[in-house]
């Protein structure tokens, strides 16, 4: 442990707070690697991950359906701090209700999902521009996409799914991608984009890790934001930049 501690010091380690769900946290790791310029193994970003898929429900314990998921998720955080983490992301659309909460308990620097997100959407679209929105009922509910307070989301025109949608397309999708059917959920989601964009959307956001498992640019008719990439560029860009400023380690 001393040892990771001294690297952490000049080494940028990412700490990945997933779990939520597995299939999601191992495709959050794919796109650390893919949005990370390495010729060697050594240019990689370091990374540790927490990922303890027992952690409660989200949607539900919005709802108040469940237990609280901010215990589990401190513990996480708090491990990651511990094995000599830097900096921690969360690689969860809805556990991000629950950001300020575990920033606050762990005392790391923490990059926030939707803020990337929110910027690549009105990159594409422009800063009045038309976007839709997929994620969980309680993403959605919650306003924390929309209701997230920053310079580029003020004008941003959102469009939603109906209650429909939501019933019969994003969350059965959703919920296929948990279980490990995924052409089931690619299926459910295309659907529910393609309705987005039939009432104008211009670009859609995958504001739930799972989604972007299995729907992408070339299983949509519009332009996506996948928010699981947009963190790991920004982490990437991270740990690069503390690994620059630390004498004697490669970018």
Known sequence: ???L???????????ILGGMGPLA???????VLAATPAASDQEHVPVIV????QVPDRTRAFRGEGESPLAAMVDSAHRLKAAGAGMVVIACNT????FDDVCAAVDLPMIHLVDAAIDDAAAIVGPRGRVGLLGTDATLASGLYINRAGPK???LQWLLPTAREMNECVMP????VKAGDCDTGRIRLAAAAEALKGRGAMAVILGCTEIPVVLDGAHASLPVIDATAALARRAVAWSRAQREASPGLAP
Do not use: C, Q, Y
């Not at 927490?50 to 898929?53: E, L, V």
């Not at 556990?95 to 629950?98: E, F, N, P, V």
């Not at 999708?173 to 296929?176: N, P």
């Open 1 to 3: 442990m001393s040892e």
């Open 5 to 15: 501690r001294t690297v952490n010091s000049a080494g940028g380690i990412v700490g």
């Open 25 to 31: 946290t191992v495709d959050f790791l794919a796109k």
């Open 50 to 53: 927490s990922a303890i898929p």
């Open 95 to 98: 556990a991000h209700l629950w």
């Open 153 to 155: 989301t003020g004008h």
């Open 173 to 176: 999708g959703i919920e296929a």
